[in-house]
């Protein structure tokens, strides 16, 4: 490779390293998984121009200070910064604006993302809140109708006190969100895929809708992260993530980011971090900036298991359904094989009603029963009763959520003792 031991911030970062000179896939013949995860990493050096995926993970935003040299990137625990003079700083005055951690953190998910620059703030929800702060009275947003609880709870029961208006429309068919879309629409919301239905929408079809009309564009790219899936290169204007998830990998932190492709959405949001202060703490930066070192990997390891654990509640008797991308039965399986590059650790089963949920659950001892989703551990969730409780009965009924599905997102322990602890809880479902 063509780096020279340490990228300070004047040297540009996106080189074309001399590695894509090389075929270095032929060193890599023998052992099948390496080679998918260097093509993966050789597309995307050739079609961003950057270095691979893992690289930009482990090193943008993520050099050395050069004060010190410390390789990690410090963490300033500062609310104010000392001004040389009225009206000269060193490039930070108060840590509401910008702080150097959070700089770091931001530069780096901009990078993974393939946009132009990111803002991150305080969780997933401040951050999805900040998109809609731009709006006025009467500006219409449509959004996908399968949605984490907690987005169209804000929606619902926060922003329409504020005069904005939310409808919901199945964003898997493209030709619906056409017919929904209104001369007030502003903003299109997706997830792809949805919590928890793994319901897929074509993000480069709706992105065509949304251009010709004139309608930005916002994907949350939680469940599959910038690994498996890159929304902007499909055609989204902005992404959002919970980091709290896959992106910090730990269960250890909340935050949340807008990726944006344009200067004046980057403008925008840094306004409205300076002026609303929902912001992330220096520390939570600092934990995401180590998180996102392992993604690739991490993300690979989420990935098998995930595939393997699938496979397993597909064929055992006691499961009625599995919502998994990576099934050769999910109505969308070529969808995910074309706008995904991997299928992730998220998995959904009805286990047929809410007794045989609970009884599942009561007996699981090596995963864990909580909410959230995307660190190291298996944590299994009931999203009837915990992530879209909110929705109440009637709303969870209208999408297809039951009280008997649970979802689970594997972790990378051994896969054979995710398996285990699996059959022998779902044992207690008669
Ligand atoms: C897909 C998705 N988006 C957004 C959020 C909200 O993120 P946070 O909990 O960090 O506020 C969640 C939370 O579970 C989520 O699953």
């Known amino acids: 490779m063509a780096f020279n031991g340490i990228w300070h911030r004047a040297q540009p ?29 050789r597309a995307s050096m050739k079609e961003l121009k950057q270095p691979g995926f893992a690289t930009r993970a482990i090193h943008v935003g993520q050099e050395a200070d050069p ?13 104010t910064y000392l001004q040389d003079e009225l009206g000269r700083n060193k490039g930070y005055e108060y840590s509401r604006v ?33 998109l809609c702060t731009r709006f006025q ?29 939310f409808t919901y429309v199945n964003t898997s068919d493209t ?27 074509d993000i480069r ?3 065509q809708v949304c251009r010709t009309k004139g309608v930005e564009l916002v994907v949350d790219n939680t469940f599959m992260s910038p690994y498996f899936q890159q929304p902007i290169a499909l055609g989204a204007d902005l992404v959002v993530h919970s980091t709290t998830k896959f992106l910090n990998g730990h269960s250890d932190g909340l935050g949340g980011v807008i990726v944006c492709t344009t200067t004046e959405q980057a403008e925008q949001f840094a306004f409205i971090q300076k002026t609303a202060g929902a912001i992330l703490s220096p520390f939570e930066c600092w934990l995401v900036l180590r998180g996102v070192k392992t993604l690739a990997v991490r993300m690979e390891q989420h990935d098998k298991n995930g595939r393997i654990v699938a496979d397993f509640l597909s064929k055992h008797k006691k499961i009625k359904k599995v919502y998994y991308p990576g099934l050769a039965c999910h109505p969308q399986h070529t969808l995910a094989q074309r706008q995904m590059t991997g299928f992730g650790a998220m998995i959904t089963f009805e286990s047929g009603a809410l007794s045989n949920a609970k009884k599942f659950l009561k007996k699981i001892r090596l ?29 969870r009924a209208q999408i297809g959520i039951t009280a008997g599905m649970v979802r689970i997102s594997v972790g990378i322990e051994d896969v054979c003792d995710i398996l285990a602890d699996l059959d022998q809880a779902l044992a207690a479902i008669p």
């Open 13 to 41: 970062v996106f080189s074309l390293p001399a590695a894509l000179d090389r075929d270095w896939l032929q060193w890599l013949e023998a052992d099948a998984a390496a080679r998918a995860s260097a093509e993966r990493s």
């Open 67 to 79: 004060v010190t040299g410390s390789i990690g990137v410090p963490i300033y625990p500062t609310s």
């Open 98 to 130: 910008s702080n150097p951690t959070r700089t770091r953190l931001e530069e780096n998910l901009a990078a993974l993302e393939g946009g132009s620059s990111s803002r991150v703030f305080a969780s997933g929800m401040a951050a999805i809140n900040a």
């Open 137 to 165: 009275t009467g500006d219409h947003v449509l959004c996908s109708n399968d949605l984490y609880g907690g987005v169209p709870r804000l929606f619902n029961q926060v922003l329409t006190n504020c005069g904005l208006e």
């Open 175 to 201: 030709a619906a969100v056409k017919r929904a879309l209104r001369s007030t629409t502003r903003m299109l919301y997706v997830e792809s895929p949805t919590n928890p239905l793994m319901v897929l929408s």
């Open 205 to 207: 079809a709706l992105s």
């Open 367 to 395: 995963c864990a029963l909580g909410e959230s989703l995307g660190g190291v551990e298996t944590l299994i969730s009931h999203p009837a009763t915990m992530t879209h409780a909110a929705l109440g009965e009637k709303g």
